[in-house]
């Protein structure tokens, strides 16, 4: 999502290979996915971001690579669980992190499922 003061609320799953995301020059926007499952590469409060906030309503939240709040006064609540499939540990861009790079007196990282775990994919 890029832009400033964009909402988008999506009912159900999401599904991609790609980020689901806050983009870096968005402000005060609000993603919320409600009832459903995020099935993603990483979910990200991008760096150079202000004010925007993810939020997964009553869904799970499953990444191949990283959940990573960055931005400045942003947000990411989980009302469920997370779950980070980690890949080989021998490349840093395969493998799941919970990465906090934003200034946690103004940003908040919520999770309040009874899972929030990385777990080693085995091949």
Do not use: P, W
Not at 51 to 72: F, H, M, P, Q
Not at 73 to 78: A, E, F, L, M, Y
Request: net charge negative.
């Amino acid at each position: 999502m890029t832009g400033t003061g964009a909402d988008i609320d999506i009912t159900g799953d999401v599904l991609t290979e790609s980020y689901v995301q806050i983009a870096s020059g968005s402000s005060s926007g609000t993603l919320t996915i409600n009832n459903g499952h995020v099935y993603c590469n990483s979910l990200v409060v991008q760096e150079g971001s202000s004010d925007g906030t993810i939020i997964a309503d009553n869904s799970n939240v499953y990444t191949r690579d990283d959940l990573e709040l960055n931005g400045k006064r942003s947000t990411i609540n989980i009302d469920g669980s997370y779950y980070g499939f980690m890949g080989s540990a021998k490349n840093f861009n395969m493998t799941s992190s919970i990465v906090i790079n934003s200034d946690m007196n103004d940003s908040t990282l919520s999770i309040s499922g009874k899972h929030a775990q990385i777990v080693e994919e085995r091949r």
